[in-house]
């Protein structure tokens, strides 16, 4: 997906915003809805396990990696401790960084 059209994504939908999915193990990015458990569900069907998923928010208007924010309800798993709506882990996030880059074109 080219940047512009991340752009016109967040602007129909939260304005600067727009909440994505990504399954670390797949590499894919589900994008734009209005709950990250939307994406989540959709890609649980689509054969992603529950484990790899971790929601973000993407704001487009922002440069390189402060693009992406870490935060969401689906990302609370005590039993994979991540206890917070963010991602603790940084080797997680990096992979979740490294996806998201692949997916996201300037």
């Known amino acids: 997906m080219r940047l512009g059209e991340l752009k016109i994504l ?8 727009v909440k994505a999915v ?3 193990e797949r590499g894919l990015v589900a994008l ?8 989540e569900a959709l890609l649980l069907e ?5 484990k790899t998923l971790w929601g973000i928010n993407l704001y487009p208007d922002i440069d390189g ?5 870490f ?12 206890r917070s709506r963010g991602v603790e882990d ?7 960084v490294d996806c ?4 996201i074109r300037g």
């Open 22 to 24: 990504v399954d670390v």
């Open 65 to 69: 990696e402060d693009r992406i924010e």
């Open 71 to 82: 935060d969401s309800m689906i990302n609370v798993r005590p039993s994979q401790k991540n």
């Open 90 to 96: 940084e080797g997680l996030r990096r992979r979740i």
């Open 10 to 17: 967040a602007e129909q939908g939260f304005g600067d915003m």
């Open 32 to 39: 734009d809805a209005e709950l990250h458990s939307d994406l």
């Open 46 to 50: 689509s054969g992603s396990a529950q």
């Open 100 to 103: 998201v880059t692949r997916w």
